[in-house]
Each structure stands twice: as C-alpha cells, then as structure tokens.
C-alpha cells in the first residue's frame, strides 16, 4: 500500500509544473496561481485513488483549481467574468490552448458537460479578437520567427511597437515607445539574454510579459520569481493568442 501510494504522489509531482501553468495564466501571477496549487495539491494527495496515472493526476489538480476559482468568485474574491469573457470561457480556453488538453479532459475539470462546453469555448474564441488592444513589443533574434509573431499580434487586433532582435535594442525601445505588453524570446543568441532584457525593461515599464522560448526550463526553475505567461515553441496561432488575451486583460507584472 505504501508503494502503490508513493507511486500517486509521484504521478502528481509530475503533473504539478502543468498546474502551476494553468493556475498562474488563470489568476495573472505567479503568487495568486500558486496558493490554488498548493489547495489543490493538498486536496488531491488528501483522495488519492488506485491507479493513478500522469494524465489522471493532471486532471484531478485541474478539477481542484478549476473548483476553487470558481468558489472564489461566486464570493467575491475573484472576478467572475473579465472583458466580456466569463470566468468558465476562460478556463476552457487555457485548459484547451495553452495546457493542450483536449475538449472532454476540459469539460470535465469544468464539470460542464461536452456539449456545453462546445458551445462555450466556440463563443470564447469567438471573442477573443474583443479584447483591449495592445501595443506589443516583440524581442525575438529569428527574423522569420519575429515576423511571424507580429502577423499572429496583429491579427489578433493588436499593434506591433518595435521588433528587437537584442537585449540593448529591446531596452532602447521599450524606453521608447512604452509598450503595453512584450512578447520575448529567452535565448537571443549573440544579441543577449531575453530574461534579462525584460528585467531591464520592468524598471522603467510596467507591462505583462510573454515568454515565447523553446527553453521553458530556463523559467520554470522553481529558485527565483518566474513569470506567469510561457509559451514554448513551436505553438500553436490560437495558443498564443489566448496568452495575449489573458496579458492584456489581467493586466499583471509577472516577473
């Protein structure tokens, strides 16, 4: 017994970095994401079951943050709709988008059934060209990469400030033209360091950051402040334009 049960502890070690993911882009921060991590954690290792897989452990933190989000808000201590979106598109839209689960594993964590959870994430993504525009600085050193970023911010009704292929020239711009949210690459090559740029650019500039890396573990260490938005390449168009939404509507300082 104590075997089988350490096995489910480690099934939901494994699926805690995906929780985390989901419970800061929920919540805008890494602190707010983290306190609901922390209940859901508890309340899964609290109903261990037989036979717990990874996939199952993963759906059972989503449940318990999902479930704790939406007691906060019918008492006021989270909003229950932002921008014109409610609270359930949201999730649905980040369950399906940015943790890549499919339709039925989000309904579930939603307790809605599939049909209307359907409905709903088609009226969320419906509406996710309504959000607040954003004026977007890109730090990205592929050029190709970069351009394909800004065709994706621009579709999604944002406007493109600057495109900075180095750590000084994002600093430059961002002085500059004051963005209102930075998308950036981490590895910038022979241009620098994007974590680093985007610390630069914090102390002048309150703006949400998104880190679009390939190198996601460079942020998700677990020893510093990490941010609230990662996206790893390559991604998906809708990914990256949920992300974008959740930035610009939560209107957060993630690192």
Excluded: W
């Amino acid at each position: 017994e104590k075997v089988m049960s350490g096995s489910y502890r480690t099934a939901l070690v494994r699926a805690l970095p995906y929780a985390r993911l989901y419970g800061r882009a929920l919540l805008g921060s890494q602190e707010q994401g983290d306190v609901v991590v922390a209940a859901a954690l508890r309340s899964a290792l609290a109903d261990l079951k037989p036979g717990l897989s990874d996939a199952g452990a993963r759906a059972a933190l989503y449940l318990a943050i999902s479930d704790d989000v939406r007691r906060a808000s019918s008492d006021g201590r989270q909003p229950a709709s932002d921008a014109g979106m409610s609270l359930l598109q949201r999730m649905l839209l980040l369950l399906t988008a940015l943790e890549e689960q499919p339709l039925a594993a989000a309904a579930a964590a939603c307790r809605l059934e599939i049909e209307v959870a359907e409905r709903e994430l088609r009226a969320a993504r419906d509406g996710l060209r309504a959000n607040a525009a954003a004026r977007v600085l890109i730090i990205e050193d592929e050029p190709i990469i970069a351009l394909d970023i800004q065709d994706l911010v621009e579709r999604c009704g944002h406007s493109v400030v600057g495109i900075a292929a180095t750590e000084s020239e994002a600093v430059q711009i961002a002085r500059a033209e004051r963005p209102s949210l930075v998308l950036a690459d981490i590895n910038l090559g022979a241009g620098g360091d994007g974590a680093t740029a985007v610390a630069r650019i914090l102390r002048d500039v309150t703006a949400p950051v998104i880190f679009v890396t390939a190198f996601p573990e460079r942020l998700l260490t677990g020893d510093a402040v990490e941010p609230a938005f990662v996206i790893t390449k390559p991604f998906d168009p809708t990914t990256l334009a949920v992300a974008t939404y959740q930035a610009v509507t939560r209107g957060v300082r993630p690192v």
